[in-house]
């Protein structure tokens, strides 16, 4: 069984912000792969769906972002699951606009919600997929940023990003992670 978890803060207000391209990867992915419904357990929606005929988890934590940890620790603690079978789908100001990067293993970087799942689980040796939002102006704060909508040009290039992240998770599950990195590892 893999996990799939897209990082963001619940509620309206965060729907369309730069910090939750990983919820909106998870709704994508629900959609293409025609998971059940979201039921609300560990701290989390969770829905089901089949890969390959391999069970996966989607999941949206409910904890916000600087909590991820709590939710996604339960989840593998209740199910038996390796870190090494956790994808983790979030934003990134380090990377291009719209640019998909996919990566082993490694730091949290300045993600305060991968500073907490590495925490929680004791490990940072899970794939994850990064999604450029932009960078901040300078002398703006970053939480202001991150937690800012995207205008209405920038979000039609994002959803194509979000589109071709769900692509990416998917093929992560069915071809392998050197796979997957191959081919949705392009330079923009």
């Known amino acids: 069984m893999k996990v799939i978890a897209g990082l963001g803060n619940p509620g309206k207000d965060y729907q369309r912000t730069r910090h939750n391209v990983g919820f ?38 409910q904890t916000y972002m600087n909590n991820s940890g709590d939710s996604l620790r339960e989840i593998l603690n209740f199910y038996k699951i390796p870190p090494e079978d956790l994808i983790v789908i979030y934003d990134d100001i380090d990377i291009g606009f719209s640019t998909i990067r996919i990566r082993k293993k490694g730091s949290a970087g300045s993600h305060n919600g991968m500073k907490s799942i590495i925490y929680q689980i004791q490990a940072d040796t899970f794939p994850r997929i ?42 992560i599950v069915e071809d392998g992670l050197d796979r997957a990195m191959n081919k949705y590892n392009i330079k923009k």
């Open 24 to 61: 909106m990867v998870i709704d994508k992915l629900i959609e293409k792969l025609s998971a059940s419904p979201f039921k609300i357990k560990h701290q989390a929606l969770i829905a089901e769906a089949s890969i390959k005929g391999e069970k996966v988890l989607l999941v949206k934590p």
């Open 130 to 171: 990064r999604i450029g939002v932009g960078e901040k102006h300078q002398g703006q704060d970053l939480a202001n940023f991150v937690l800012s909508n995207f205008s209405s040009e920038e979000f039609k290039e994002i959803d194509s990003a979000v589109d071709y992240a769900a692509l990416a998770a998917i093929a």
